[in-house]
């Protein structure tokens, strides 16, 4: 499976139309995603995700304006497209929302973040309570966002729903970019699987973002990693490699569950 990982910058002084229909160009534009299999985004990346005072204007229903973006990305390169995530309006409810498109315009899964940040991000969203699993390419994909990433019970109970593959959209400042480095290698490590990592990058309500996008290996290397601009990172993926990993060095096998 080759996978592309879009960094994206949301500058305080550009509107969430203005941010959508650019990035919007720059997915339709580029020609090297038809070679590519799925496609995913940064957390929050058209809102903004540090620029809480937006988050009311910008909630949208689940099938709203950011899923028809997908849609449509989708079907232009015949790729899936995990969103990244965006602000779900549900009643009075806001949720840090993510959800992965097929080429035929279907959502395959949808995710509401788990582990919501600091004070804004929890004042203001509802948590989700749910994880799926989902056939990807060959693959067994979950989905978690940002924070997430410090919750080891979380990836693993990927790996006790089946899964080989977690896709990770983030806003993750550069102050704690070694962090991310860490979590999203030791996440792969310890539940034997690749994790798909997409951040965002440049400055936002004064937090700088690391970008740094990266694919892990189950063995803990590194497939591919970005530097801290905006734009596209490729990697390619071997379905064989995760039970390949596990049947090799079998440390899931040997659980105490007592």
Same mark, same amino acid.
Request: with cysteine; aromatic share 10%; hydrophobic share 45%.
């Given at each position: 499976?080759?996978?592309?990982? #879009?960094?994206?910058?949301?500058?305080? &002084?550009?509107?969430?139309? %203005?941010?959508?229909?650019?990035?919007?160009?720059?997915?339709?534009?580029?020609?090297?995603?038809? &070679?590519?299999?799925?496609?995913? #985004?940064?957390?929050?990346?058209?809102?903004?995700?540090?620029?809480? %005072?937006? =988050?009311?204007? +910008?909630?949208?229903?689940? &099938?709203?304006?950011? #899923?028809?973006?997908?849609?449509?990305?989708?079907? /232009?390169?015949?790729?899936?497209?995990?969103?990244?995530?965006?602000v779900e309006a549900d009643g009075d409810q806001m949720h840090n929302t993510a959800a992965v498109v097929a080429p035929s315009g279907e959502v395959l899964?949808? =995710?509401?973040?788990?582990?919501?940040?600091?004070?804004?991000?929890?004042?203001?969203?509802?948590?989700? %309570?749910?994880?799926?699993?989902?056939?990807?390419?060959?693959?067994?994909?979950?989905? +978690?966002?940002? =924070? %997430?990433?410090?919750?080891?019970?979380?990836?693993?109970?990927?790996? &006790?729903? !089946?899964?080989?593959?977690? +896709?990770?959209?983030?806003?993750?400042?550069?102050?704690?970019?070694?962090h991310w480095q860490l979590f999203s290698t030791v996440r792969a490590v310890e539940e034997q699987m690749y994790v798909i990592a997409c951040n965002a990058?440049?400055?936002?309500?004064?937090?700088?973002? !690391?970008?740094?996008?990266?694919?892990?290996?189950?063995?803990?290397?590194?497939?591919?990693?970005?530097?801290?601009?905006?734009?596209?990172?490729?990697?390619?993926?071997?379905?064989?490699?995760?039970?390949?990993?596990?049947?090799?060095?079998?440390? #899931?096998?040997? /659980?105490?569950?007592?």
């Open positions: 499976m080759r996978v592309a990982l #879009l960094q994206v910058a949301s500058p305080d &002084d550009e509107s969430f139309a %203005d941010r959508q229909a650019r990035v919007n160009d720059l997915v339709l534009t580029e020609r090297t995603l038809a &070679d590519a299999d799925l496609l995913i #985004l940064p957390e929050l990346w058209a809102v903004g995700c540090f620029l809480f %005072d937006r =988050y009311r204007d +910008a909630a949208e229903p689940f &099938d709203g304006p950011s #899923l028809a973006l997908a849609r449509a990305w989708a079907a /232009r390169h015949d790729i899936h497209v995990h969103l990244g995530s965006f899964t949808k =995710y509401r973040k788990i582990h919501l940040f600091g004070r804004d991000e929890a004042r203001l969203m509802t948590p989700g %309570d749910a994880l799926d699993t989902i056939a990807l390419h060959d693959f067994d994909l979950s989905l +978690a966002t940002c =924070y %997430d990433l410090r919750f080891p019970e979380l990836f693993r109970s990927m790996i &006790d729903a !089946g899964a080989n593959v977690t +896709a990770v959209p983030a806003a993750w400042p550069k102050a704690r970019h070694a990058v440049g400055t936002q309500n004064s937090t700088v973002f !690391g970008g740094g996008s990266r694919v892990v290996d189950p063995w803990g290397n590194v497939v591919a990693e970005a530097d801290d601009t905006e734009g596209f990172t490729y990697a390619d993926l071997d379905p064989a490699m995760p039970s390949r990993v596990r049947a090799g060095f079998p440390a #899931l096998a040997d /659980r105490r569950w007592d």
